[in-house]
């Protein structure tokens, strides 16, 4: 089943690696999927093939952690993503040409790859003002954006930015920043949301694109489900500390060092899905609740906005600053009954007495 | 007399665009312009002073981290907190692995390919290419095989036709010097360094669960609790040698790598030591304390001025002195653009006059840039590794002099060449040098505070907002890989009133002010000669000298 | 300080002067029983009063775990939670029994009859504000709820209600039920997960200020009207002179000849 195809024998030589060493590639790609080994062949003549799958790699409104999130991926790593499986042509953050000779690119992969590349889309795209938040080369990032993804087979949105606007789109949104999928409704895009995107599974949706020439199966999001379709709180190493009740109530405190939940202290984990508690980050090495921090949900829908104030237990009531807590409004809201019903209540005792009812001895008798 | 437009300016970033006049084979002028603009200042308004370094984090994913020790610094300022000495050196481990990091992937993945012509390794004699390693450095990947294969695998690369990421490089360009064994060896340690830098930085991944944007400070302190006995603290012992691992890998990388490249591509391009000098002012806000952070004195990175290239004077650094003007920016202030602003009463009030996209040319006599333009007492300051070592030099510190005499001496130069393109890169090399050989130090520090009980990593006096005054301000200082950073916060009612951040690519990549004085980049192009202007190569030299951050610079 | 009484020009509804009610003040004739609140809606009542005391004390523990557990044995938050669950099973229960009452159940505590719907309820709820603002002597007396309570409880049933899903659509975030996930899953595209929690924790405050405004309600006007208000709602009955009654209230008791007026 595995015997190398003559196909598959001048793809390891051209890459100059064992059979073996591929074996493990693949496998190692498909861990990242979940997905079972016998999808090993497929995947094995997917990242053989003679000609490598175009992607490029816009920038807009962006920090760059989505870039350098991927510059940290381990498998593959970023250089066989880079040179091995897909040909990357357009990346600003890390190609070779500049100016005139970049756009240059990339205005021949859309219109020699047409259909066929691949974009990823890292940071939102500003719309107001005709888009002048962001310019490239002279153009609105909408335009580009626009003409690059419609071409393309597929858009993966990488990072909160790209997904829905991110911290740009957070309250003012100066800018008018949307994400992608805002941005240009009706084309095909995946989101890798979070902040930044982890790059495993962004690797992951790579491989399965290689593999299956296809998208992997999405959530309401368009998030992909293997990566998204579960919450922290359910896969988080502090959790039998959270059924037990013990808390971090202080940073740094006995509980702090003993690992114990970090809810108390803002933790989003109960809200937020992502799978970084089992994928981790930095090839496995670890995760924010890992570090002592608590999550705070970062590839959930409009995230900045949502699950802020990250060190409290819930957002902020709408229309009061920061001070003001729900538990504070609540208790206000109650006090003030009281005080109402005290008041009312006195003053209901200077009130004349209504006569007094009949008796009920008076009762008419029915029947 | 022709104008030239790079943009995008690439292997930065964010979004450059610099434009250009080209009159008798040099450039007579150069305009900075940053072309992105978020409003993170603005946004961050109304929110709570003690999440605010969360945000300005996402400021720049590249230099990351650096912008959250501004914050929580700014944020302990103006709260009168004290962060427990632990705090201090995890901090100082972050945004020391952060720069060593930073300035590697700088040198080989941004800056190297304007040096090396990867098409040329090809034509490279492996047993050469091993020869030359083996005499420049230890590293022990130096065999002719192991060269063999790099180049076999570039050569499947360029058989191919699909070029990758170097499709669109000045190949061939008659500016590349450097002998095809040199490219050779180049190419494959931009490999290296890039499976290095992966492994390296999980350094931050213990200390802060993730890279990039670790998570794991806090106003007060870090949120890595230490216990000597517990398995489940963030540190114990068993994670300190993990550390101590990590910090040994990057002394060995710096100096097994970087230093020896650095030094071996140098000679080849000599000329560089007197291009791209630029504005010969030097700012530092000094940085990386091992004893107390309030003591400039105890810094690893001095804190001054050096003004007109004069290295016999540092002049101290009063933060009151600074300034941005939006002269040439696309903002306005409420007392007029000509006037600039401390940061303290900094604003952000974005008013683009530019052009209306798509465009050919900036309006360059008008707002040409969403950067403002920093001054200290009036001045433009060049700030990053070569500001750091330039003053370190001149206060006399003695792993900077010797760490730059050594440098200077292998190249056989004199201290005049760091005023330059290539001065600043070495600068950064030497930077990395230092700070690798630091890392364990702290490492150190922090693994005999385990020891010996110390495990205090968080000041929780002023932790409940309930205990601050109705308003406070208060400033953070932090030198980042590309140079100084201030973030400025004004804090009313438990909430962020107004926050100001001037970074480092800020001061360097600037517009003109309201003087028309040109900002780093601008004054750092001009007398460059461009051999060929559909290929500036040169341009890019100079500029990616400054390693760029334009999400940093606008935010 | 002292409120204005005015006894004697104490204000009659306009539109019910004309009835054969004479002076406000003054009873005439003999009092009847009527078994306003049939026992299911006296279920319901006091199994939201319960159930709402042990949903607020377990989901403020939830919101806010004020005992933190020490050792490794104990289960406090999974108990929390369980018995927040738990109750809150228990709770949709009495609220489904009672939403079958504003259809099946008897005249005074069906939909139509406390729905402020016609221009004359508006009035009598203005009446009866009237009396609680003391501009009025005497409450507006109803053989069932008064206009305006009747509104509240409509406006408290309809925050049960928002109380009910945002609990279930967080219940189904964590335990992912297909059929959940048809009725309630598809609220968090539009309010958010944190939002809903807000929504849940603030409502709490709400039903406890409701309830001590309430409490407060029912004494004022029991103690006013003097018909047994209070107890009613233990007993199920009121007491109600006969020559108070409303001509369809008293025409529906005279029909019913049943359990409805007692001897
Ligand atoms: C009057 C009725 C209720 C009150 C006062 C109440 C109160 C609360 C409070 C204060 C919380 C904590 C919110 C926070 O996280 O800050 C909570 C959580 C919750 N409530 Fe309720 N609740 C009520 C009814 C319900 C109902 C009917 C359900 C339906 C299933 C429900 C399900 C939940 C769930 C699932 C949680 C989240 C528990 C968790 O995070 O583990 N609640 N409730
Ligand atoms: C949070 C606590 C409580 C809530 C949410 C609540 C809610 C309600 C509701 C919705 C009704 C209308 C019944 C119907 O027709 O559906 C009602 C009626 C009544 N409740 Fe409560 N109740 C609470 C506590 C109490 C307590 C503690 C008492 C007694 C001391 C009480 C006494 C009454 C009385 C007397 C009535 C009939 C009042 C009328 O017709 O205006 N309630 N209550
Ligand atoms: N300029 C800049 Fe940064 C740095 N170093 C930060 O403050 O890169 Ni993104
Ligand atoms: S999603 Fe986060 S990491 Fe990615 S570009 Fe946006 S701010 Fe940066
Ligand atoms: S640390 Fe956060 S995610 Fe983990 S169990 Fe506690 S609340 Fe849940
Ligand atoms: S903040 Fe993001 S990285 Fe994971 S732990 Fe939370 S989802
Ligand atoms: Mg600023």
């Known amino acids: ?367 | 007399m022709s104008r030239i437009v790079v943009d995008p300016v690439t292997r930065i970033e964010g979004h450059l665009r610099i434009e250009a006049q080209l009159d008798g084979g040099k450039l007579t002028d150069a305009w900075s312009s940053g072309t992105m603009f978020r409003g993170i200042e603005m946004i961050l308004q109304g929110r709570d002073p003690r999440e605010a370094w969360i945000w300005t984090q996402r400021i720049c994913g590249v230099c990351t981290t650096v912008h959250s020790i501004a914050s929580v610094r700014a944020v302990e300022d103006a709260l009168g907190i004290e962060v427990p000495d632990n705090a201090r050196i995890v901090r100082n481990l972050i945004a020391g692995s952060q720069m060593v990091q930073d300035h590697v992937i700088h040198f080989y993945h941004l800056h190297a390919l304007d040096w090396v012509d990867v098409a040329s390794a090809l034509k490279a004699d492996p047993a050469k290419t091993s020869q030359i390693a083996q005499s420049i450095s230890d590293c022990s990947k130096s065999s002719t095989t192991y060269f063999r294969d790099v180049q076999r695998r570039v050569k499947a690369v360029v058989d191919s036709g699909q070029l990758s990421l170097f499709a669109s490089g000045y190949w061939g360009h008659p500016a590349y010097n450097l002998p095809p064994e040199l490219n050779l060896l180049a190419v494959a340690h931009y490999l290296e360094a890039l499976e290095w830098q992966k492994d390296f930085i999980r350094m931050h991944a213990i200390l802060g669960g993730k890279n990039p944007h670790p998570q794991s400070f806090l106003v007060g302190g870090m949120s890595t609790a230490m216990d000597p006995n517990e398995p489940a603290a963030v540190i114990n012992p068993e994670r300190i040698e993990v550390l101590r691992d990590l910090a040994r890998s990057a002394r060995r990388f710096v100096s097994d790598y970087y230093i020896p490249d650095v030094l071996a591509v140098a000679p080849y391009y000599k000329d560089w030591f007197s291009r791209g000098e630029g504005l010969g002012n030097f700012l530092s806000y000094g940085d990386y304390s091992s004893g107390d952070q309030r003591d400039p004195g105890t810094f690893l990175f001095p804190r001054g001025v050096v003004l007109g290239r004069d290295l016999t004077r540092v002049h101290p650094v009063d933060p009151a002195k600074i300034t941005e003007s939006v002269a040439h920016s696309w903002y306005e202030y409420a007392g007029g653009d000509a006037q600039p602003k401390h940061p303290s009463a900094g604003e952000t009030n974005p008013k683009y006059t530019g052009p209306k996209p798509p465009f050919d040319h900036l309006d360059v006599d008008a707002k040409y840039s969403w950067l403002k333009a920093p001054r200290y007492d009036g001045q433009p300051m060049e700030v990053g590794p070569l500001a750091r070592m330039v003053v370190g030099y001149a206060a006399g510190r003695k792993e900077i002099r010797d760490a730059v005499d050594g440098a200077l001496k292998a190249l056989n130069a004199p201290p005049s060449v760091l005023f330059s393109t290539l001065g600043r890169l070495a600068a950064r090399a030497l930077e990395a040098q230092i700070m690798a050989n630091q890392l364990e130090g702290w490492v150190d520090q922090l693994a005999f505070n385990l020891e010996h009980g110390n495990t205090a990593i968080f000041n929780a006096a002023r932790w409940d907002p309930g205990s601050w005054p109705a308003s406070a301000s208060g400033f953070g200082l932090h030198e980042a890989p590309r140079g100084s950073l201030g973030h400025w916060i004004e804090i009313d009612h438990k909430a962020i009133r107004n926050y100001q951040a001037v970074v480092p690519t800020t001061w360097n990549a600037g517009p003109r002010d309201a003087q028309g004085v040109r900002g780093a980049y601008e004054a750092s192009l001009l007398n460059t000669p461009v051999a060929d202007p559909n290929r500036p190569l040169e341009i890019l030299r100079t500029v990616h000298s400054f390693d760029p951050c334009l999400a940093c610079a606008v935010h | 300080m002292q409120p204005q009484m005015k006894p004697a020009a104490a204000p009659v509804p306009p539109e019910r002067a004309p009835r054969k009610l004479a002076h406000p003040r003054m009873r005439i004739g003999p009092a009847i029983a009527v078994y306003v609140w049939q026992y299911p809606l006296r279920l319901a009542h006091w199994g939201l009063v319960l159930s709402i005391g042990l949903l607020a004390f377990t989901g403020y523990y939830i919101h806010n775990p004020f005992i933190v557990g020490q050792t490794k044995t104990t289960f406090l938050m999974g108990t929390f939670r369980f018995a927040h669950e738990a109750f809150a099973m228990c709770f949709i229960a009495f609220f489904l029994i009672r939403i079958y009452l504003f259809f099946a159940g008897d005249r005074w505590v069906k939909l139509s009859a406390m729905a402020p719907v016609s221009r004359a309820r508006w009035k009598e709820m203005i009446e009866v504000a009237k009396f609680y603002a003391f501009i009025r002597p005497r409450p507006l007396s109803k053989v069932g709820h008064n206009p305006l309570a009747a509104a509240s409880y409509l406006g408290i049933y309809a925050l049960i209600f928002v109380e009910i899903v945002t609990g279930l659509v967080m219940f189904n975030w964590l335990a992912q039920n297909p059929v959940l996930t048809v009725l309630v899953g598809w609220i968090p595209g539009y309010i958010d997960i944190q939002n809903i929690r807000l929504i849940h924790f603030c409502l709490m405050f709400v039903f406890i200020a409701f309830g001590i405004v309430h409490v407060h309600m029912c004494l004022i006007v029991s103690s006013a009207e003097k018909r047994g208000l209070l107890d009613s709602i233990f007993t199920g009955y009121k007491v109600v002179p006969v020559d108070e009654l409303e001509e369809d209230d008293r025409a529906a008791i005279e029909a019913a000849r049943d359990h409805r007026v007692r001897a």
């Not at chain 1, 902020?316 to 005080?339: D, I, Q, R």
């Open chain 1, 1 to 367: 089943m595995l015997a190398p195809g003559t196909e598959m024998k001048d793809a390891l030589e051209r890459r100059g690696i064992t059979r073996r060493q591929l074996v493990k590639f693949c496998s190692a790609m498909l861990g990242t999927l979940a997905l079972p080994d016998r999808f090993l062949p497929q995947a094995m003549a997917a990242v053989a093939k003679a000609r490598k799958p175009v992607l490029v790699w816009l920038e807009f409104q962006d920090c760059a952690g989505c870039s350098e999130s991927m510059l940290r991926s381990s498998h593959p790593n970023v250089g066989e993503a880079v040179l091995d499986l897909l040909s990357w042509e357009y990346h600003e953050t890390i190609m070779a040409g500049a100016g005139q000779a970049a756009t240059r690119t990339l205005d021949r992969v859309v219109k020699e790859e047409k259909g066929k590349y691949l974009v990823v889309v890292e940071g939102s795209i500003p719309t107001a003002e005709g888009g002048i938040h962001c310019t490239i080369g002279g153009r609105a990032a909408i335009d580009i954006a626009r003409e690059v993804c419609s071409n393309a087979a597929a858009t993966i949105a990488v990072g909160a930015c790209a997904f829905d606007g991110g911290l740009v789109a957070a309250k003012p949104n100066p800018t008018g920043a949307v994400g992608v999928h805002e941005a240009l409704p009706g084309i095909k895009v995946i989101n890798m949301a979070g902040c930044p995107h982890n790059p495993a599974n962004t690797a992951a949706v790579l491989v399965h694109y290689l593999t299956f020439n296809d998208l992997p199966a999405v959530d309401q999001y368009s998030r992909p489900l293997f990566a998204y379709g579960r919450i922290i709180h359910d896969q988080c190493e502090r959790r039998a500390h959270f059924d037990a009740g013990r808390f971090v109530t202080e940073w740094g405190d006995e509980g702090h060092r003993k690992g114990w939940c970090l809810y108390k202290m803002g933790c989003k984990g109960p809200e937020a899905t992502f799978n970084c508690p089992i994928v981790q980050w930095n090839d496995h090495t670890s995760w924010p609740i890992r570090a002592g921090h608590g999550c705070i949900g970062c590839a959930s829908p409009r995230f900045w906005d949502h699950m802020s104030p990250f060190y409290e237990r819930l957002p902020s009531v709408p229309g009061f600053g920061v001070e003001m807590t729900a538990t504070k409004l609540g208790l206000g809201l109650v006090g003030a009954a009281l005080v109402g019903v005290t008041g009312h209540g006195l003053a209901s005792t200077l009130r004349p007495a209504a006569p007094p009812a009949p008796p009920p001895d008076s009762v008419r008798k029915e029947n």
